[in-house]
Every structure is written in structure tokens, then in C-alpha cells.
């Protein structure tokens, strides 16, 4: 008999919530919450090394400067850095008056106090106490019975209340978390936040945070919400009450938990900048404000500068923020697949042409430089990139607009290159393969421009003259505006034997940051059928086009 037994039967489902009349899948999220960032604390707690003092001053000022107008610092009864970093903190006059400050506690009276004292002489403050209550904590953990728990947070209730007593020029602010709400028995978890209520008399005007934490992300996220809804309706005075949610990410769905639980009827929501917090971390606030701004909803913290921010919380953290991490990854703009490639671009063109004020591009679901990301990077080329990669490097790099069928001729270039070497494609590399397949800008031994001059007759039509070089043996061209191009080519075939059919003809101006004005394109045809093409980079129009006959002609016969 086999020994091995199947590991999922050490598990069970969680149970579904009693509440068929569930009013918040109807609803939208349509205000931004309350936010607290608990990066100094829960963030802070799940580090390797805990940030110091100057990383935490960073980090703080960071989250001040960004607009968060909640922020847990610490949990000042753990030691002499915390402490000493919270009461200097206060002491440094560098909160802002707008801008709350929190500090945890367990529900111990001697930790009770040491939080206080670390918060002497601020002008406003939130103490945060929890204890936990599920039935696996009361049970491995304390030993308890329901009641001896609910007596935990009844008492540190009490020494919250005389502690704000003893320091009235404090506005105190009063937070209770019934840790492991999301795996207690809701009618537990309403006793104890009632029976702390009771203890600290909040008002509409002054009301408690009853902060509902998924500890360990246990269920699936309507569950969560489920939970936080039915909290809300069966708490007595729930407007002497903020609702606060603190998800974790065990399942991955930490920020949809919160965003489902908003929709809930909570008022607040903590987390840390990218997720950092136990085990998995807690609910992402860059992703869950960027999700409210991607709706048409001002999230209230300012995340234009996301490299800035991303700088601050890799390096106080050190923890680096992964590359497909949302909205801040350093790959989530960019796409290196042919067909995203080719939807991008044609957004962006639409973009430019169409007067729609909103954003309709494919694959992207918000505008990069809103987050202060150039659009550089949003095309990356390799082996799986197609005509709309090489065609965006080139158009951001150099400022050349290929036609759609020069893109073509070319693509089969680029695909060689890609597969040769066998990685990415930079723009360097591109625009190397382009001046080889199109003999731009190149000293090769090819037909060479020399001595060449551009002017205007003085009804306004392009003249041109110069030499065309090659192997030693020069020949003088000249043409005037529209018949410019054929005189090139008749020279070609009359001096040096180069039959060419000009097919089609393109130009356009070079934008700013380019070393040249104009690019023109040739698309020609040999006598034996097969097509051609050129371009031309000058300072000047009617130069460019000549380069372009020129491009063509060395392809069409290479000089020896
Ligand atoms: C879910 C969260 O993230 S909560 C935040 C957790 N953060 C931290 O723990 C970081 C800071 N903590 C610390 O530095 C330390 O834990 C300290 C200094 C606060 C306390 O350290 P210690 O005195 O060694 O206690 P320790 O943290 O091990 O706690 C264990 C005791 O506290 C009790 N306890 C745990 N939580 C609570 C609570 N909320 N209320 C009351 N008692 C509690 C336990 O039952 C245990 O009691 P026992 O010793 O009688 O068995
Ligand atoms: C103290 C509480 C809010 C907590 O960090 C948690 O339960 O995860």
C-alpha cells in the first residue's frame, strides 16, 4: 500500500459568507480612499536588514513629497531604532501639518506606553493597537478562550484612552486592528471592535479606525469583500467608525481583495508602495491608485516621477522592484512581439491624427509618460519583432517614416541580424543595419555625391548640381524640381549603365534632434523586375532625393 498521501486533503475550502442580498458587486469605485502607506512598519518588519534611520527618513519624505496623508512609521515598542526614529521624527518638526503619523502596538500595557512616549509632542498622531482573533490564534497561540481575547483588546483599550489622557495637547487619533479578521468568525470580530468602541466613546466627529486585516490572504477576494460588507452592516454606529482594510498577498490577489472590499463600503486602505510586507507583502498601493487612475478616478497620490519613486523604495527596501511589477516594471511598456508592435504604433499614429482626448492604445492600458516613462521603450526588437518594431526604432532614433513597402524590404534584414545575434536589437544596431542595406551615409566605394550645391530660381524652384563619383570616374549632374530625379537617373544610365525605374517617391522633414532635415524614399525597378529601393538623409530636400536615386543605384549595381 502506498504510503504517499494526496497533500491537498490537509486543506479544506473556505467557507462562503451568509449574505445573498451582497450589494458590492453592483457597485464601482468611483472616489479615491483614505490611504495609509505602512511601508515603515509592515513593509519595515518583512526586510532582511530593517531600514535605519536615514532610510527611513528618506522613505518617509518620499511618501510626504508623493501625497500620502497617512503614514505608519514604526512600531516604537521594538527597540531603540525605532523608537529613537519616531520620537526624533517628531521632535525634527518635519511632519506636516496635514499629514498623520501612526504607530502600532500589540495590546500589552507596558508596549501601550512605550508608543505614547515615543509620540510626545506631536500635534496630531494615530495609535494603532491589534490583537489577533481567529480561532487558530486564540487557540496555538494564546490559549484562550473568546472572552479572555476580547478582554486583551478591552484593556488595551483602556490604556490607549488614559495614556491620550496624560498628553491632551496631542490630537489622538484611536486604531484598532482585530488581527486575522479575515479568518476569525465575524460575529466575533464585530464583539470585540464593539467592546473597544465602547471603551473609547468615538464620534462621527472623532471616530475610530476599525482596521479589518486579511493577515494571511486566505480566500478568494469576494470573500474578503463579502466579510468587510457584512462587518459594516451589522456594526452599531458605523459613522463613529473608518473602515480601514489591510490585505496581504499570500493568493496574489491582495490589491483585488481591497479593491473589491472598497466597493464594500470601506473608507481606508493601507498597503506598501509595491508590495513590500509580510511573506508575499500587502496590497500594492502604486498598483491599486494606478488602477483607480486608469478608470478615470484621481487616486490622490502623484505617481509622475514613478523612477523617482522606484529609486527611493529600491534602495531603502533593497528589494528591487520586479521588471513585470504593474504600472512600474521596467518591462510593462514595452513590447517586443510583432503583432503588439504593430497595434502600438498604430495607436500611437491614430493618437496623432484623431482628436480623441482619450487614450485608445492597444496593449497599453495607460498613457508611460504619465508615470514619466518616455515612449523609447515601449517597442524593444529581437527575433519575435516584426515591421512595426524596427520601423518605431528608427522612426524615435532617427527620425525616418519608412513607407510601408520600404519596411517590408527591409524587415528581412533586420529578421537576419535578430537571428544572427541572437538577442535584442538596439537602435544602434538597427539603424547600422539600415545604412548598410540602403548605403546611407556611408564612404563605401559606391556612387558617391561630391561638390554639390542646392539653390532656388527665383520662382521658387529647386536647382541642383554636382558630381556623381565612382571608382575614380566622376560625372556632373544637374535638375531642376520635378525633373531633378529623372535627370539623376538619366546620367546614371547614360555615364555608368544603370537602368532604373522610379516606381514611387516619398519624402518627409526630419524632426528635432535629427543631424538632417529631409528623408526621401525611392522605390524603383530593374529591368529584370525586381524592386529597389533607396533612401536619402540631407540637410536639404532636393539633396536628399539625389541621395536617394544613389541609394538605389548601389544597390541596383554595386560598383566594384
Ligand atoms: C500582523 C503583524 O504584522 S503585527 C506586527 C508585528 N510586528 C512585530 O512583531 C515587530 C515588532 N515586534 C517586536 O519587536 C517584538 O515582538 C516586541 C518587542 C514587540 C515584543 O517582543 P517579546 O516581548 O519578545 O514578545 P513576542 O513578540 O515574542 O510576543 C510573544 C508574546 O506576546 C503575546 N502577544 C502576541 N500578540 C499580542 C497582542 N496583540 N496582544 C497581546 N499579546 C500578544 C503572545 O501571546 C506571546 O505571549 P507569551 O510570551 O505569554 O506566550
Ligand atoms: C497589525 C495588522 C494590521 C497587520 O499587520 C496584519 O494583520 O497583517
Redesign the pocket.
Known amino acids: 500500500m502506498s504510503m504517499l498521501r494526496d497533500p491537498s486533503t490537509k486543506y479544506s475550502a473556505f467557507p462562503q459568507v451568509n449574505l445573498p442580498d451582497r450589494q458590492w458587486p453592483t457597485r464601482t469605485i468611483i472616489a479615491p480612499p483614505r490611504w495609509l502607506s505602512t511601508d515603515l512598519r509592515?513593509g519595515n518588519?518583512a526586510i532582511v536588514d530593517p531600514m535605519d534611520a536615514h532610510k527611513k527618513n528618506r522613505f518617509f519624505d518620499l511618501l510626504v513629497e508623493i501625497g500620502v496623508k497617512e503614514i505608519e512609521v514604526g512600531?516604537p515598542?521594538?527597540?531603540a531604532t525605532e523608537f529613537d526614529f519616531i520620537s526624533g521624527l517628531v521632535r525634527s518638526g518635519r511632519i506636516p501639518q496635514d499629514v498623520l503619523v501612526q504607530v502600532?502596538t500589540?495590546?500589552?500595557e507596558d508596549?501601550i506606553r512605550t508608543s505614547f512616549a515615543s509620540l510626545e509632542g506631536a500635534h496630531a498622531a494615530i495609535v494603532h493597537l491589534?490583537?489577533?482573533v481567529s480561532p487558530a490564534w486564540r487557540e496555538v497561540?494564546?490559549g484562550m478562550t473568546r472572552d479572555q481575547v476580547r478582554e486583551?483588546a478591552v484593556h488595551g483599550a483602556k490604556v490607549m484612552r488614559d495614556e491620550a489622557g496624560k498628553q491632551p495637547g496631542t490630537d489622538w487619533h484611536f486604531q484598532y486592528s482585530p488581527?486575522t479578521f479575515s479568518t476569525a468568525e465575524l460575529d466575533f470580530s464585530l464583539e470585540v471592535c464593539e467592546a473597544v468602541m465602547e471603551v473609547l466613546a468615538p464620534t462621527p466627529d472623532h471616530p475610530i479606525i476599525l482596521n479589518l486585516p486579511a493577515?494571511v490572504e486566505a480566500a478568494t477576494p469576494n470573500i474578503y469583500a463579502d466579510q468587510v460588507e457584512y462587518f459594516i452592516r451589522n456594526l452599531p454606529n458605523r459613522d463613529s467608525a473608518v473602515i480601514s482594510l489591510h490585505t496581504h498577498n499570500d493568493r496574489g490577489t491582495g490589491v483585488a481583495a481591497a479593491e473589491l472590499a472598497l466597493m464594500a463600503g470601506a473608507d481606508r486602505v493601507e498597503g506598501c508602495l509595491f508590495g513590500n510586507g509580510?511573506r508575499t507583502g500587502n496590497c500594492c498601493l502604486v498598483t491599486m491608485a494606478l488602477n483607480m487612475y486608469t478608470q478615470g478616478v484621481d487616486p490622490g497620490i502623484d505617481f509622475s516621477d514613478i523612477d523617482r519613486v522606484i529609486e527611493t523604495v529600491e534602495y531603502c527596501n533593497q528589494i528591487p522592484v520586479h521588471q513585470r511589477h504593474p504600472y512600474g516594471g521596467e518591462l510593462v511598456y514595452t513590447a517586443f512581439s510583432g503583432s503588439h508592435q504593430d497595434a502600438i504604433k498604430k495607436g500611437f499614429m491614430a493618437l496623432e491624427t484623431q482628436n480623441d482626448p482619450h487614450w485608445r492604445v492597444p496593449y497599453l492600458p495607460i498613457d508611460p509618460a504619465d508615470l514619466g516613462r518616455s515612449y523609447e521603450a515601449v517597442i524593444r526588437v529581437n527575433s519575435q519583432s516584426g515591421k512595426g518594431g524596427f520601423a518605431w526604432v528608427l522612426e524615435q532614433d532617427q527620425g525616418l517614416k519608412l513607407p510601408k513597402k520600404m519596411q517590408a524590404d527591409f524587415s528581412p534584414h533586420v529578421q537576419r541580424m535578430a537571428d544572427q545575434l541572437g538577442r535584442e536589437l538596439n537602435a544602434a544596431d538597427i539603424w547600422e543595419a539600415f545604412r548598410k542595406a540602403y548605403h546611407v551615409k556611408t564612404t563605401d566605394k559606391h556612387f558617391q555625391l561630391v561638390d554639390y550645391e542646392e539653390s532656388r530660381a527665383s520662382d521658387g524652384t529647386r536647382i541642383f548640381t554636382g558630381r556623381i563619383e565612382v571608382g575614380g570616374t566622376a560625372q556632373s549632374v544637374s535638375g531642376r524640381g520635378n525633373g531633378l530625379i529623372s535627370s539623376v537617373m538619366g546620367t546614371l544610365r547614360d555615364a555608368f549603365g544603370v537602368e532604373l525605374e522610379v516606381v514611387d517617391y516619398s519624402e518627409h522633414a526630419l524632426g528635432a534632434g535629427t543631424d538632417a532635415n529631409a528623408a526621401a524614399y525611392l522605390e524603383c525597378r530593374t529591368p529584370d523586375g525586381h524592386t529597389i529601393w533607396g533612401c536619402g538623409i540631407d540637410e536639404d530636400v532636393a539633396t536628399a532625393s539625389v541621395r536617394a536615386v544613389l541609394s538605389a543605384a548601389n544597390s541596383a549595381r554595386p560598383a566594384k
Open positions: 509592515d518588519q512600531f515598542s521594538a527597540g502600532l500589540q495590546s500589552r508596549l491589534y490583537n489577533a497561540v494564546f486583551i488581527e493577515t509580510e
